[in-house]
């Protein structure tokens, strides 16, 4: 009886310094991972880096082509002076300048867009050309209180969000007769624009519309914006590339194919805020009202590689656990400095994928820079395991994970929802294989 019980108490005894054991190798490895979080951070933070010195990059390349475009206008201007004259003071006068903006406006842009590249970054430029066409009310029956309305002095504006992209003399042609635009300073509308001076042609004389109508060839980057500044504005937009994103304040109708686009809008003058007419600084912000076209790099890779080095924790996590469970299932010891050492390489991995990513295809580099890990890690294994089958299953799991993140990486829209179902079914493997370890 006394031997029974004190070979009860030796297994008590064996099993609790077990227990003991896997608790405390359980909580090194915790730490280790948790250690292994703070170059996962410094590969996030490499990352943006790298993402930004891109976007500089792309920006001064964009400099030398011409920037993103906002088109606004045409706007006819006629200065005008108000006189003030009131019994026992001095007479005041007062110069203003009345904005109205085309009854119609059209807009037809055929946009040519090219990648350009400058050592390993890329941009995206185009030249585009644009009709304008639509007309202006008769001025006849203008007429503000004690005020003289300069007819002669009239103007035309175009508001041209970077000048340097335009590569045409412009030729505005208004009732027939051909102008030519002139480069002039800033006004209400934009910063930036081409004026102009239709000598004798607007006249409270003139009871029919002004019609108007220009031919522009625009280079621009990124992107080409509108402002609905007519009371009808209809844009339409056609180029050759597969993959534009529509912004702005409207939606239009479009259709889409595998290599080019074609899109059309139709904004009324109550659908925005932008009056028929204002005397000086009397408008609000008109960009708010743009629309346009951006055209959509479909292959971004820093965007992709922070989103697969945000998984670093699951893939160390779940990589620790197979090597704890050999360990605890073949009672071979593996050392925590090994288990630091599989945790750098698969750290490693993200820094590898950033850097081909930089030079290949994404897909490319992913397939280059898992393959690479999983075979750094199987190799170490076995050299630890020494047993192939282990070795196997590892180099198994580690490649079902990178399939997973890469179908993960891949299905933006429900990549959330994949990668939840994804993690449970994982975490219910892990408590099936773990129920009987004590």
Known sequence: METDKKQEEKSAQLLTSIAQSLT???FIIGIITLLLLIPGVMIQNLIREREDRSKETIRKINEKWSLSQTLCGPVLTIP???????????????????YLTPEDLNIETRLFPEERYYGIYK?????????????FAPVNQLNIENSVLHFDKAYISLGISDLRGVTNYLNFNLNGKQYTAEIG??????DKRLVVYPE??????????????CDLNLNGSSSINFIPIGNTTRVKIEGDWKSPGFIGSFTPEYKLDDKSFNASWNVLSFNRSIPESWIDNGIGEVQ???FGVTLVDTVDHYQQNMRSAKYAFMFIALTFVVFFFVEVLTKKRIHPVQYLLVGIALILFYSL????????????????AGSATIALITTYAHSVFRNKTQTGILAFILCVLYIFLYVVLQLEDIALLIGSIGLFIILGIIMYVSRKIL
Request: hydrophobic share 40%.
């Open 24 to 26: 405390l190798k359980g």
């Open 80 to 98: 005008f002076t108000t006189t003030y004259a009131e019994k026992g003071k001095e007479t005041t006068i007062e110069q203003h300048l009345l």
């Open 123 to 135: 941009t995206i430029l185009y030249k585009s050309e644009i009709h304008l066409s639509g007309q």
């Open 185 to 190: 300073s800033g006004n209400v509308l934009m």
């Open 200 to 213: 004798g042609a607007v006249t409270p004389e003139t009871t029919e519309a002004f019609r108007f109508e």
């Open 288 to 290: 708010n009202a743009s």
């Open 353 to 368: 994928l950033l850097s081909i990513s930089e030079q290949l295809n994404f897909a490319i580099a992913y397939l280059i």
